[in-house]
């Protein structure tokens, strides 16, 4: 029987490194800096006291379930055990990763709502060895209002995920593209922010804002919150425009912005389909090294064990 395109694409889960690392667009490639190479790092000897990163940008469709899926999958394939978030009513995140919202028997609302409902009951299994999951519904987008009469109202996720930061060695949140309660909840909760950026002008009008939000976040309910960095996304290589874009959000935050760059590609939208990570539907792709050399920069940089 003839193999899908899907199995033709597939190649060993666990290569970090492929003939596509050196086709990533860089920063450093674009700015013409000196190019950095980010090694393949140490397998640790323990797991545990997990960094909390929130994946963040009040605009949509700018990357942020893409980069949580695919960036969870690469530090996986790292030897990191990896916690997934679904934190946005729209449930994306869990969608991408094939699980039917229609057959939930609980998630992340529930555990909000709920201080007598355990962590250990809503996590869910990945296809990806070393992720799991905890996903989102419809009815998360009732959080805000549900909570407004609750003591420390922006503290309740930090309080769930306290009980897992010792199995884990990172939890990403994919947050939904608004800056209330349930961002708000997730920043608070985060060691660091990590902010998709669309490489388009009109993208760059709402970094302002979110950094506010940030600040604030710091004064109010967590001191320790720091911005990780900001990656730029579907970058094309063949406009003018997207490296102008590139060396304006470089020149607004000159030591955050990330080397790696993730370019359009046709694979991201397959993978949602797919269900699965691009690093196991196309493992051989250039978006696929690109995500793993963000892991490997993350790593490198300090931001996860």
């Known amino acids: 029987m003839a193999k899908s395109a899907s199995e033709i694409s597939r190649l060993n889960a666990k290569s970090t490194l492929s003939k596509f690392d050196s086709e990533i667009v860089t920063t450093s490639m674009v ?76 998630s992340i609302y529930n555990l909000m709502m709920d201080e007598s409902t355990k962590i250990e009951d809503f996590l869910l299994k ?33 309080r769930v995920l306290q009980t897992v930061t010792d199995f884990y060695d990172v939890i990403l949140i994919d947050c939904q593209p608004s800056l209330g309660l349930l961002t ?18 009109f993208a760059l009008r709402g970094v302002a804002l979110l950094d506010d939000i940030i600040k604030k976040v710091q004064i109010n309910t967590n001191p320790d919150l720091q911005l990780l960095g900001i990656l730029p996304t579907m970058f094309d290589r063949k406009t003018v425009h997207s490296r102008e874009v590139l060396e304006r959000i470089s020149e607004a935050f000159p030591n955050k912005i990330f ?19 691009i690093t196991s539907y196309a493992s051989a792709s250039i978006g696929a090294a690109a995500y793993r050399r963000l892991a490997r920069e993350i790593i490198s940089n300090g931001g996860v064990r």
């Not at 996903?135 to 996720?157: M, W």
């Open 31 to 106: 700015l013409g800096t000196p190019q950095r190479e980010f090694p393949i790092p140490a397998p640790l000897s323990e797991h545990g006291n997990a960094k909390i990163i929130s994946v963040v940008n009040q605009k949509g469709g700018v990357g942020k379930t893409t980069t949580t899926i695919n960036l969870g999958a690469a530090f996986a394939e790292l030897g990191r055990r990896v916690l997934l978030v679904d934190f946005d009513p729209q449930h994306s995140l869990s969608v991408g990763l094939n699980v039917s919202t229609r057959d939930l028997e609980g």
């Open 126 to 158: 990945t296809s990806v060895p070393g992720m799991d999951m905890i996903p989102a519904h419809e009815d998360l987008s009732g959080a805000e209002g549900g909570l407004v009469t609750v003591i420390a109202r922006e503290k309740i996720l930090k």
């Open 184 to 201: 708000v909840n997730a920043l608070t909760a985060s060691n660091w922010v990590l902010v998709p950026l669309e490489c388009e002008y």
């Open 259 to 277: 080397d790696t760059t993730i370019a359009r590609t046709v694979r991201f939208p397959e993978t949602t389909v797919a269900g699965e990570p």
